[in-house]
Every structure is written in structure tokens, then in C-alpha cells.
């Protein structure tokens, strides 16, 4: 099991800044991943590690981690740590400028963009899950069920439970690309679900999502989609005005 390189730790010790935000947390990992400084396997120092090197707070690191985590840059082993993965980020470095300088209307066009993209892959995935894939998204949702004051299990468990399906889609492409315009909006979800009102509907509708999924039906799973990305827009167009 491959460690962190020496030259890694020194790389990452140069702190970002306290102004600094998670995003550029990720471009400054995506930017070693380029330069080769992190290759396929090797593991990361410890959050906390990368707190005190990068001089940002935990959750910010945590943010940045996630990110990475769903565009298949990192892969989080829980209770085993932080790895890279095999996938080569260069490709993944231009649209991560746009990441940053997202504001309250291209949000806005970006969750329009999900409610004709995603109900697709829900469709796909409807007839491609695997037992095991199904029981996960079933875990999920009873996790969510089971607590729904907890604001952040709920944005963890919505972050897996929409990469799950992009993932059953059986297309790596689009699959990509779904994971991207999911990292792109995380603030902006993150903002809204902080109102319990708005979790709550978005927990009703992942066991609507689920019900079509287990029932193998790409038509409905795709209805059952669509109207949660309308409702996740409707949110956005309260909270913000977009």
C-alpha cells in the first residue's frame, strides 16, 4: 500500500490561505494529480493533516475530498483512507474552472440542465442495477428515513444515492458528465438543504425514485427523476431568487 511521497507532504504544506474555499482545494490537488506529484494509488495524508498543511479548516478539505470523490478522481475507503484512482484528471481540470465561479443564475440553468439530463440515466439504470447496487440505494434511503434532522448525513447520503444510479447507467460518458454537473451544484445544494422542509421532500421523493428502480421500470423511474429535479429547482428558485 503506497504512502504519501515526501516531495507530496512539501507540496502540499504551501497553505492556500485562510480566504481560501474548497475549490481551491480541489484545483490544488487536481493540479498535482497533472504534474504527476500524485499518481494512480497513492494514498493521502489524513484529513486532518491536510487541514494543517493546506491551512483550511476540515470541513473545507472534507468539501474538496467529496468533490473529487464523485467526479473518480479520489476514492474514499471508509475507515481506510484516501486514494487516487486510476482515472487520469487532466480532462477533468477545464471544467473545474467554471466550478468556481458559479453564481446564483448559471446554478439556476445548471439544475435545468439536470432535470432533462438525469431522469435519462435513471431510465438506463432502471434496467441495469444490480441486486447489490439496489440494496445500497435501499440503505440509503432508510438512512435518510431514520434521521432526517441530520443535514449532513443527508447530503452525503443524497451525494451516493445519485452517483449510485449515474453509475448503474452503464455509460461511462455520461456517467461523467452526471457526476460533474452533481459536483458543480453541491454549494448550491448544500445551501437549501440546510431547511428541513426541503429535505424532507427530497427524502420523499428518493423512495419514489427507489420504488421505480425496484420495480425495474425505466418509465416511471424516469417520471419519478424529473419531478425531483423540478422540485430540487423549485428549491433553489425559493431560496435564491434564481
Given amino acids: 500500500m503506497k504512502q504519501p511521497r515526501l516531495h507530496l507532504v512539501k507540496t502540499l504544506s504551501e497553505p492556500i490561505g485562510k480566504k481560501a474555499v474548497s475549490e481551491l482545494v480541489v484545483q490544488r ?3 498535482l494529480v497533472k504534474a504527476g506529484h500524485l499518481s494512480a494509488g497513492d494514498k493521502l495524508p489524513p484529513e486532518r493533516d491536510l487541514a494543517e498543511q493546506l491551512d483550511v479548516s476540515r470541513p473545507t478539505v472534507r468539501e474538496a475530498l467529496r468533490a473529487l470523490s464523485i467526479l473518480g478522481v479520489l476514492e474514499i475507503r471508509h475507515g481506510g483512507g484516501v486514494y487516487v484512482t486510476a482515472l487520469d484528471a487532466d480532462d477533468l481540470l477545464s ?17 435545468d440542465a439536470r432535470i432533462h439530463f438525469e431522469p435519462m440515466l435513471a431510465g438506463l ?3 441495469r442495477l444490480t441486486d447489490a447496487a439496489l440494496g445500497r440505494l435501499a440503505d440509503l434511503v432508510a438512512a435518510q428515513v431514520a434521521d432526517p434532522e441530520d ?6 447520503t443524497d451525494v451516493e444515492f445519485h452517483k449510485t444510479i449515474l453509475e448503474a447507467s452503464g455509460n461511462d460518458f455520461l456517467s461523467r458528465f452526471g457526476k460533474l454537473l452533481q459536483v458543480l451544484g453541491d454549494q448550491g445544494r448544500q445551501a437549501f438543504q440546510k431547511r428541513k422542509s426541503i429535505r424532507q421532500q427530497s427524502i420523499e421523493d428518493h423512495q419514489v425514485i427507489l ?5 425495474r421500470d425505466p418509465a416511471a423511474a424516469q417520471r419519478a427523476m424529473r419531478q425531483h429535479m423540478v422540485n430540487v429547482r423549485n428549491a433553489l428558485r425559493e431560496v435564491t431568487g434564481a
Fill in 211 to 215: 420504488a421505480a428502480l425496484q420495480a
Fill in 29 to 31: 490537488i487536481l493540479d
Fill in 95 to 111: 471544467p473545474m474552472d467554471f466550478f468556481v465561479s458559479l453564481n446564483a443564475q448559471n446554478m439556476a440553468e445548471l439544475f
Fill in 125 to 127: 439504470a432502471a434496467e
Fill in 151 to 156: 443535514a449532513e448525513l443527508f447530503h452525503d
